[in-house]
């Protein structure tokens, strides 16, 4: 909350105003009684308060010149900046975003009141002094006032205009559709067959050797195996994709989410599109074991689990008015029993003045599957044949 000398000097022409006040004497803080405290809370209130599109700034120790350049008097003591901070925001039902700082201009001392631009209307919880409980003071041009009604409905309403108003849902990424705050979803958990007991998979041309003439590419023998992890994954786990809407006037800047849930039993699972197996293939590379997974763009949903908690975050850089994003990659969801699962979110934006708080809901039926291993090898072989891509 720094203020240049050169900014100083310019203010020194300008007169008071919505954005601007001159103070000849220190404000009496230190051992004054409340009334005489009031004075400094109801003008950093006034100016916290004030139509205005700039920042505000009372300079103490300038005695204001109308019609020319204000003269600088100074002041012989200051006011400590964290010991005002205390007193003022004990009092107000919100905190006021103000700065006091000394400095030294033109050999004198001068004391600088800063009050930024936010969000209002600020008033007293309780009476201080000259100061009445819930008024709502505001700068008018040199002066100060109280607020009346349609002030302070015009305050509130402004701040909403000024602010996103964002929200999110589930969506259906391919269709581009908005699903809402709940969702079901159906899942399969299959029993498989121990590791061990699923056979080695050998193409019918290579006849077991586990070789195939004239080709860069050999039997996966792990192909049923792989088959079976594969399958098991995204049977369990299904897609889910989220939503941000901006139904505001502005441009919400820099959005993210947050999902916090506790679970120390171990419920449910969650996995990023990045870490689902890829899909086996019956043959492999001879020469290169490389695997393209991985390469392409970053994910934009992220989720870890640390100690007994699930922690989902994504978000996207932009949503203009009155319009929508998609997160860019979905995410994986699942349980090994059929439950209803509450998913708290928060919504944070550069250009929010606090996070949104919602929830969103899931429910999840599992049907549970026993698989033989002649029924691994037989679906295994139809992906196979078919060439069927899963997703």
Partial sequence: MSITNEEIESLLYDG????????????????????????????????????????????????????????????????????????????????????????????????????????????????????????????????????????????????????????????????????????????????????????????????????????????NEDYYREFAKFLYTYSLLQPISFVIVNSGGVLARDVRFEIEIPDADKKWQFCEKSDMPEQPTVEKNRFSMVSMKGIGPSSDLCASFTGDIWVISGGVDKVQPKSKEWTYNRLYFGSNMSSDIVLPIKIFADNLPEPIMKELKVHIEVEDQEWTVDKVVKIADQYADKQIVFD
């Avoid at 409980?133 to 006032?145: E, F, N």
């Avoid at 699903?179 to 998979?201: A, Q, R």
Wanted: net charge neutral; charged share 30%; hydrophobic share 35%.
């Fill in 16 to 219: 008071e105003s919505s954005s601007l006040d001159f103070k000849r004497d220190q404000y009496l803080f230190e051992k004054a009684s409340d009334s005489e405290k009031s004075e400094l809370l109801k003008d950093i209130l006034a100016f916290a308060n004030a139509w205005r599109k700039t920042d505000a700034y009372i300079l103490i120790g300038v005695e204001e010149v109308k019609g020319g350049r204000s003269k600088i008097v100074g002041v012989v003591h200051h006011i400590d900046d964290a010991i005002l901070q205390q007193f003022v925001n004990l009092k107000t039902n919100r905190p006021v975003e103000f700065s006091y700082s000394a400095r030294e201009f033109e050999g004198k001392q001068i004391g600088i009141l800063h009050i930024l631009s936010q969000k209002r209307p600020i008033f007293l919880k309780k009476d201080f002094g000259k100061l009445i409980r819930d008024a709502v003071y505001m700068r008018l041009g040199s002066s100060t006032k109280i607020a009346n009604p349609d002030d302070t409905y015009q305050m509130g309403l402004k701040q909403k205009q000024e602010n996103p108003l964002l929200d999110i849902q589930f969506g259906d990424q391919a269709k581009r559709s908005l699903l809402g705050d709940s969702l079901s979803l159906e899942t399969c958990n299959i029993h498989l067959p121990e590791k061990g007991e699923i056979p080695d998979y050998y193409s019918r041309n290579s006849k077991g050797s586990g070789f195939i003439a004239f080709s860069d590419k050999i039997n």
